[in-house]
């Protein structure tokens, strides 16, 4: 405990009340109370009703859902997997080169996702990459905008493991392939799940550069979400809010399960 | 590519090997042989080239000059994996995700070896270091000795020809590491074949586990010899003191002996001009109390007591003499007059120019 007196910790704990949980909280409660209203004219919304929800478990939008799944899924195993290369390969150059590298792929992160999307747009429009009209474009976008976290999250992770281990396996008659996939990748395997669980949760919830490429078969939920805002439906658009949240959240929480039993140390 | 199994013993030749990172050399035209079977300390302070001699044969460092070879292979262009040695550094780097039989037997994987001889080989590299009943183990699971251990039994179940030690007792507590030194001098007994290259800032662990002892200082070769040759006879000043300790008293030699603060000591001056400055090398625990012979006088600067013995620090003619004489009942006060001696023969004289450690 960093704080020692009962009462600096009671003040901090106020702090903490007053400040950080409007701030974050009361956002998503909000959301929440309006998916299950009809009405909301006074301090409190009203008319409870299950009726959003019937609407946001069905038809078009439980196709969204599984659109906006499948998109995340694939995107952060493109993310991950040319991440986790980028960032070994960069590991292997001089000081010079990472730093090149590292500022290559900052770019996405940098650059605002509108321009990522416009980018994509005009690239893969023509022949011989023509992806607009068809998923893949959605994707690529996405996993674009997602490889940048996780080829930081990997580089840090990298940079922190002690070289000693690959040497002693070297030492030990290994080939460079063996050790990466023996040695090298499952000691990196938990900043690995946590990078893959960063990109999913992006990936879950990006609206920009989606908005600019999605053909009409491939609409992810954060569209639905706000073309059902935009044309006023506010109650049913927060009902599909509250699930795309909770699918994130649950595939967020098994992804960590997945990270404690993956931790050695 | 597995590395070709030794058709004989094969020891370590260092021809020339020079090491320097970004211009400073911290590895100076090695010449080392170490002889199949021998165990070879290299022994020096931080910073002396000897870490950096040791990652020079498993391949972890490139020369910029000269040859590394492990029998009559030369080893300098092959990496580390083509090279058939064990390691064991000081912070063990057993995998963590792996069991202690997993540990044990990457190597033996790494190199295809069948699937029937492996389980063999692991069982008998854990026995020979007592650690057949932790297979089942993770590491995080183990004591330092323990671990130390395995990264033993891992090294060894290769069989390598060479086996490279990296400060290995370092990180025990003192109990332990007299217990693993005495460990490791039966390994080596029971695997005779094996050259060892043991690298240590401990002149206790040098002197007891080696057959010979390369003295290493500011990334040169500064004696090598056997641990009784380096300690009796010392052939300059560094040696002298990191080895054992030792007290370096200039003098002037002369006709009948060496001359310290007004007292010709008689020693052996053979090949020394009189006249010449040198220095004369005295182990302190060789130095007496009292009347004797070659006795000096000084005054006592400060006394330990160290249970079993009692360490003095005499200042004669300017100089410190330190001398270690068992414990004494009454021992003299701080400021009074003591005599020192010590018999010749204990004195070893070194030719001046060899500067101080």
Redesign the interface.
């Given at each position: 405990m960093l704080v020692h007196s009962r009462k600096a910790r009671w003040a901090l704990w106020t702090v903490f009340l007053v400040l950080f949980l409007p701030l974050f909280a009361l956002p998503l409660l909000v959301v929440l109370g309006a998916s299950f209203a009809t009405h909301w004219s006074g301090v409190l919304p009203s008319g409870p009703t299950g009726a959003n929800y019937r609407a946001a478990t069905r038809g078009e939008a439980l196709q969204a859902l599984t659109t906006s799944l499948v998109t995340a899924l694939t995107a952060s195993v493109l993310a991950l997997a040319a991440g986790t290369w980028a960032a070994l390969a960069a590991a292997a150059l001089g000081r010079r080169s990472r730093k090149a590298m590292d500022a290559l792929f900052m770019l996405p992160v940098a650059v605002p996702s509108v321009v990522v999307g416009l980018a994509v747009l005009v690239a893969f429009s023509r022949p011989p990459m023509l992806l607009n009209g068809t998923r893949w474009i959605v994707i690529t976008a996405h996993a674009v905008l997602v490889t940048a976290f996780a080829y930081q999250s990997v580089a840090a992770a990298i940079t922190r493991l002690?070289p000693?281990?690959e040497?002693?396996?070297?030492?030990?008659?290994?080939?460079?392939g063996?050790?990466l996939w023996?040695?090298r990748l499952?000691?990196l395997?938990p900043s690995l799940t946590a990078a893959a669980g960063l990109c999913f949760a992006l990936s879950m919830g990006e609206l920009s550069a989606t908005m600019m490429l999605y053909p009409p078969d491939w609409t992810p939920l954060p569209v639905l979400i706000y073309a059902a805002t935009d044309r006023g439906a506010l109650f049913t658009g927060s009902a599909i809010a509250v699930v795309l949240m909770a699918a994130t959240l649950l595939v967020l929480l098994a992804v960590s399960r997945l990270r404690t039993r993956a931790s050695?140390? | 590519m597995a590395p070709a199994a030794p058709a004989a013993p094969a020891g370590i030749r260092f021809d020339g090997v020079t090491v320097a990172y970004h211009g400073t050399v911290v590895l100076d035209a090695l010449d080392l042989t170490v002889e199949p079977g021998e165990v070879m300390a290299l022994l020096g302070p931080s910073g002396s080239g000897k870490t950096t001699a040791l990652r020079a044969v498993a391949g972890f460092v490139r020369p910029v000059a000269g040859r590394v070879l492990l029998g009559d292979r030369d080893v300098t262009d092959l990496p580390p994996h083509r090279r058939g040695i064990g390691m064991v550094v000081q912070q063990y780097a057993l995998f963590p995700h792996m069991r202690v039989e997993d540990n044990v037997a990457f190597g033996l994987k790494a190199r295809r070896t069948p699937k029937s001889e492996i389980r063999a080989r692991v069982t008998e590299a854990l026995e020979l270091t007592g650690m057949a009943g932790y297979a089942r183990r993770h590491p995080r699971e183990l004591s330092g000795g323990q671990q130390q251990r395995v990264a033993i039994a891992r090294a060894l179940a290769v069989r390598p020809e060479v086996l490279l030690l990296d400060e290995p007792l370092s990180a025990l507590d003192a109990q332990l590491r007299s217990g693993m030194l005495a460990e490791l001098a039966r390994l080596h007994r029971e695997l005779p074949d094996v050259s060892i290259l043991y690298v240590t800032h401990d002149q206790v662990e040098a002197l007891t586990l080696a057959d010979r002892i390369a003295v290493m200082d500011r990334a040169r070769l500064r004696a090598c010899g056997t641990p009784r040759e380096l300690y009796r006879a010392p052939t300059d000043a560094f040696t002298a003191s990191f080895v054992g300790g030792a007290n370096l008293l200039p003098v002037t030699v002369r006709a009948s002996g060496a001359e310290f603060a007004g007292t010709v000591i008689e020693v052996g001056t053979d090949g020394v001009a009189p006249g010449a400055s040198a220095t004369l090398c005295v182990r302190p625990h060789l130095v007496g109390l009292g009347d004797g012979p070659n006795r000096i006088t000084g005054t006592l600067a400060e006394l330990q007591w160290r249970g079993a013995t009692h360490r003095l620090y005499v200042d004669v003619g300017g100089h410190r003499v330190m001398a270690d004489v068992r414990e004494l009942r009454q021992p003299p006060a701080l400021g009074d007059e003591v005599a020192l001696h010590f018999a010749s023969e204990d004195a070893v004289l070194l030719p001046a120019g060899v500067a101080h450690g």
């Open positions: 002690d000693a281990y040497q002693a396996a070297a030492s030990l008659g290994a080939r460079p063996y050790v023996r040695v499952p000691l395997l050695y140390r | -």
